[in-house]
């Protein structure tokens, strides 16, 4: 079943365009021009990503972008404006937009700004009764760690805090939660993607740029996210990302609790806690001489390691029944609950995608099951590959790869693809390096020959 888009702003041209591009990538997608038929396409489309534009408005005191992300258990939002206009991003992220989409993007760049959405999809808080504090399911040893230490850095409102863990497991969360026990819980909560952006871009964003500052640059100039999460906190997604320039600048921040613009010469005082995440090993990184040690023992004051599922499996049946309820009303469908061979597939898997695999297994298995009950044969977890159960395996050598029966240069391009992610453990950035290219041509190539990201 494709995923259900709502297309809304009121430039026809660029509606057609976008259209155009996201069905040719197999969504379901619907286009509308004005803010009243954005509500009437929730009731009646009912999408699970909308992208906005910031000034579609419902009234002269109500925008369309607010109205949405203010909707409990609502959709995804994607807000849709100008490169130029920062301002306006910055205010969209605010308002509680997940990203913040360039107009007239390429369609493989507006693609991948919305599967990176749709992967954001972590268990957040309901009123399920197995839910632990925080919106954080589980009661194991490693989750009731976890939590001890958000409550008490919470109580420190300065503290600067490193999230460390694999993909999918759920670090935003936990940064979210340090945020909403905290003394700021009242302030906003500002999350930006440090490999998301150049790192002329990832400067200008976060720290703002002066008039002039670089060609383009808007009159007056704009505010960064930094002032943006002024009173509360700032979350720097993938760290381990960040150019070295901007490392050093942002050691002097976190030291000296001031910044400057681009292009300024003024220094600016800010009152934001900073937590910083990362599924890399940084220390490794130090080590490597690709991460500066003294920015790494800055940001790590207190570190919480989210554990991977594979090392809390007794917390499967609690999040697979959430999101098997979660599914059933989305769904209006009476399913109750899993076969004893499903819950022992769900408990026999190691997981290698952690939470935001075992949320996409139970979503395919609720479109599949014909009745009631979820069976293994809808789980169709024993085609997924495995991965080692230790934490911290022995490195081995890379398998050979069979050599490609096609011998034209796109086999050959696939097979050197996967080669290169097989020596770095399925490390993309490191990829990309190696193979001399940025990450959205990998992304790109990835899809083409359906190499499974993952290595």
């Known amino acids: 079943m494709p995923t259900r888009l709502l297309l809304a702003q009121n ?116 009123e399920s009764p197995q839910l632990a504090q925080n919106g954080i399911i589980g009661s194991s040893s490693g989750l009731l760690r976890i ?40 302030g906003p909560f500002v999350a930006l993607n440090c490999a998301a952006l150049t790192e002329s871009l990832l400067e200008a964003e976060l720290f703002g740029y002066e008039a002039g500052a670089f060609t383009g640059a808007v009159r007056g100039g704009r505010e960064g996210l930094l002032a943006a999460a002024q009173g509360g906190t700032l979350l720097l997604d993938e760290i381990g ?14 030291q000296e609790r001031v910044y400057r613009r681009v292009g300024g010469s003024n220094d600016l005082k800010f009152d934001v806690r900073v937590i910083a995440s990362t599924n ?28 991977p599922l594979r090392e809390r499996l007794e917390d499967i049946p609690a999040l697979a ?70 934490s911290a395996p022995t490195p081995q050598p890379p398998a050979a790869l069979p050599a490609p029966s096609d011998m034209s240069l796109r086999s050959l391009e696939a097979s050197h693809i996967r080669r290169v992610l097989m020596d770095v453990g399925g490390n993309r950035s490191r990829a990309a390096r190696i193979l001399g290219v940025n990450r959205t041509t990998l992304y790109n190539k990835l899809r083409r020959y359906e190499i499974d990201q993952a290595g």
């Open 11 to 126: 430039d026809e041209n660029r509606l057609d365009s976008a259209l155009r591009d996201l069905q040719v990538a197999g969504f379901e997608v619907r286009a509308v021009s004005s803010g009243l038929e954005v509500l009437a396409q929730l009731a009646t489309f009912q999408p699970e990503l909308v992208l906005v534009s910031p000034d579609l408005s419902l009234s002269d005191q109500e925008s369309a972008l607010a109205r949405l992300t203010s909707i409990p258990g609502g959709p995804l939002v994607l807000a849709w404006g100008e490169r130029s206009d920062v301002t306006a991003a910055v205010t969209a992220m605010r308002t509680g937009a997940l990203d913040y989409v360039i107009n007239g993007a390429a369609g493989e760049e507006l693609e991948m700004s919305i599967q990176r959405a749709l992967e954001s999809r972590i268990a957040v808080a309901t």
């Open 147 to 186: 939590q001890e230490q958000i409550q008490r850095v919470a109580a420190t409102p300065n503290t600067t805090v490193l999230i460390s863990g694999e993909s999918g497991v759920g670090k935003e969360l936990v940064a979210r939660a340090v945020h909403g026990n905290s003394s700021r819980k009242d």
């Open 241 to 254: 990302e960040l150019a070295p320039e901007l490392q050093a600048k942002l050691l002097r921040v976190l």
């Open 280 to 307: 890399r090993d940084l220390e490794q990184f130090v080590a490597d001489g690709h991460f500066r040690a003294d920015l790494y023992y800055r940001l790590n004051v207190l570190l919480l390691a989210m554990p």
């Open 321 to 390: 029944t959430h999101f098997l309820a979660e599914f059933a009303r989305e769904m209006n469908r009476p399913l109750e609950g899993f076969s004893p061979a499903a819950m022992e597939a769900l408990r026999n898997h190691t997981w290698p995608g952690n939470v935001r695999e075992l949320r996409n297994s139970i979503e395919r298995a609720a479109l599949l099951s014909s009745g009631n009950t979820v069976g293994s044969k809808e789980l169709r977890l024993e085609h997924r590959r495995a991965l080692p159960t230790s």
